[in-house]
């Protein structure tokens, strides 16, 4: 793999399934924005329409939030935040555009989660990566640098 970056190109088209959200001062880490978390925001059933072609995650994390008036991002710092997505959504819930993203960050045994945060009855939402994400991502790093591979 000679990708400087480690970045890997991520293809999405999404069509939607789940869930619904929460709410309190600071909210449970969820994997996935339920029904518990939609009750509690209402402001997630805001409709998202979105396209990115191979748009950073962090960047369309923000251009949705500018969109939506709801907060939801993943810190800058973290190398995942410079995954290049393609992304094409009409008209769902932000909480189902989250999902899927969540959806197509993870694998099994290495998920990602959606952390909540209440400040005066507004919340904002931050998309992480699990110790078990960091490790995979870790060995995938090191398998792509030997010789060979």
């Excluded at 709410?23 to 969820?30: A, D, E, R, S």
Aim: net charge positive; with cysteine; charged share 20%.
């Amino acid at each position: 793999m000679n990708n400087p970056r480690g970045l890997f190109f991520l293809s999405l088209v999404l069509a939607v399934l789940c869930g619904r959200r929460a709410y309190g001062q600071t909210l449970p880490i969820q994997q996935i924005m339920d029904a518990k978390m939609r009750a509690l925001d209402t402001r997630l059933e805001t409709s998202v329409t979105f396209d990115a072609d191979r748009m950073y995650l962090g960047e369309a994390l923000e251009k949705v939030s500018a969109q939506t008036g709801v907060s939801v991002s993943i810190p800058a710092e973290d190398l995942a935040s410079g995954i290049p997505i393609t992304c094409h959504v009409k008209n769902i819930p932000l909480a189902d555009f989250m999902n899927s993203i969540w959806s197509l960050v993870g694998f099994p045994n290495a998920t990602w989660q959606i952390t909540a945060t209440a400040q005066k009855n507004t919340h904002s939402y931050q998309l992480l990566p699990t110790a078990s994400s960091r490790a995979l991502a870790d060995r995938l790093r090191g398998e792509s640098r030997r010789p060979g591979s």
